[in-house]
């Protein structure tokens, strides 16, 4: 009994569940608590010597929603001498039904050897290119990359792999592989190819008791394009220009395939040449291109939008109008139309006598602001108090009104 109970409280405060607590939590958990036994989780286990009394709080899963999913790995596709990678989709994915629906597991706590415990309802997240009903998928182009076999064990006795040999030897069996560089093989013991020699890290009993030459293909799951579409896309003359061009360049680019459930209808690049249109092409329908802009510029969203920005142009238009041609700007560029050529009318808001003062650079000004004001605003002294017979302009100082030709 002694020994039992040093074990536990020896096991409790290394972490670990003694299994006598397990058992007693067994006894009192839910069908549903027991099928996650694996799950329960010791949080914290003290001992009180005094009392002799064991305390651990154990974390159990008393319900939850549980989903099966599956980790896809990229492999990509060999095109002469270019990688495509599939971009825009997560590690993980669930399939419901015939669907194949992303999984993002950032949030998600992860226990070894057993999944993921997320609070959040992270399956609705979903992408694109994993839904056969959509029809855009996106690439990324490594034309620097060592196309090199890319080969994964997926358990069970299966590898996936992607590969630059023509042929490869599945134990003593020869497989053609120069018409598709991804192919999935099963039941093996091992493979060799051009630049790879891989071993099966698990032999299947079943195969050492039936035939040791058995092998086989695994069957595609239908996620994003088909093998038709992808043999269609390899072909496409889109494609082919771009390559060219991105190995010329020698970066990695990105790139955007249309597609519907049949057919590939064009790769990013072909949209800057189809942009390259006529007006009338829009109206009769030629270029698909100019038919999309046009639809989008219908749009009722970019409609309103438009009416928008034309409305408050005009509002800005006739409010500044009212301050920039009110009664007093008309009448000071009335008056500035009808002075003489030689007059030059300046405009400031405040006027340093000392500006009118010459002398050497460097000299300190001295001067009387009272005389400089008289010298420069005062009439001529024979002009004083006479006024001028015919005047072509008299003017009021108080810029009230002004008098052209008399009237």
């Known amino acids: 009994m002694q020994s039992m109970v040093a074990a536990i409280i020896r096991e409790g405060e290394e972490g670990t569940l003694p299994t006598e607590i397990r058992k007693v939590i067994w006894d009192n958990a839910t069908k549903f608590e027991k099928e996650f036994q694996s799950w329960w989780y010791l949080v914290n286990f003290t001992y009180d010597p005094i009392n002799n009394k064991a305390t651990a709080f154990v974390l159990t899963i008393h319900n939850a929603s549980v989903y099966t999913i599956y980790p896809i790995i990229a492999l990509g596709l060999n095109h002469d001498g270019t990688i495509l990678y599939p971009l825009e989709h997560r590690v993980w994915a669930q399939q419901n ?228 041609l009110s009664p007093s700007r008309m009448l000071k560029y009335q008056v500035t139309l009808l002075e003489q050529d030689d007059v030059e009318l300046k405009t400031t808001t405040a006027v340093n006598p000392a500006m009118f003062l010459s002398s050497e650079m460097g000299e300190s000004l001295h001067h009387d602001c009272l005389q400089t004001v008289e010298q420069v605003y005062s009439s001529r002294q024979d002009l004083k108090d006479e006024p001028l017979p015919n005047p072509d302009l008299e003017l009021f100082t108080d810029g009230s009104s002004f008098v052209q030709d008399g009237k």
């Open 97 to 324: 039904g015939n669907k194949w629906q992303t999984v993002d597991v950032n949030a998600c706590v992860v226990r070894e050897q057993q999944g993921f415990i997320c609070e959040s309802n992270t399956i609705k997240a979903q992408d694109i290119c994993l839904d056969t009903e959509q029809n855009v998928c996106h690439f990324e182009i490594q034309p620097d990359e060592a196309p090199e076999t890319v080969l994964v064990y997926i358990g069970k006795g299966c590898v996936c792999m992607r590969t630059i040999c023509d042929f490869i030897f599945v134990d003593n069996i020869t497989v053609d592989t120069s018409n598709c560089s991804n192919i999935c093989v099963c039941n093996f013991t091992k493979i060799v190819g051009c630049d790879f020699n891989y071993s099966a890290p698990v032999t299947p009993y079943q195969l050492l008791q039936s035939n040791y030459t058995l092998s086989r293909d695994l069957l595609p799951s239908p996620i994003g394009m088909n093998l038709t579409l992808v043999k269609k896309l390899l072909q496409h003359d889109d494609l082919c220009q771009l390559l060219e061009r991105i190995r010329n360049n020698g970066r990695k680019t990105l790139i955007t395939v249309c597609h519907d459930a049949e057919e590939i209808h064009h790769v990013l690049e072909r949209v800057k040449k189809d942009g390259e249109h006529h007006w009338w092409e829009t109206l009769l329908g030629w270029s698909q291109t100019a038919t999309g802009v046009f639809n989008l510029m219908l749009h009722p969203v970019v409609i309103l939008l438009t009416l928008t920005l034309v409305c408050l142009l005009l509002i800005i238009i006739f409010k500044k109008g009212e301050h920039w």
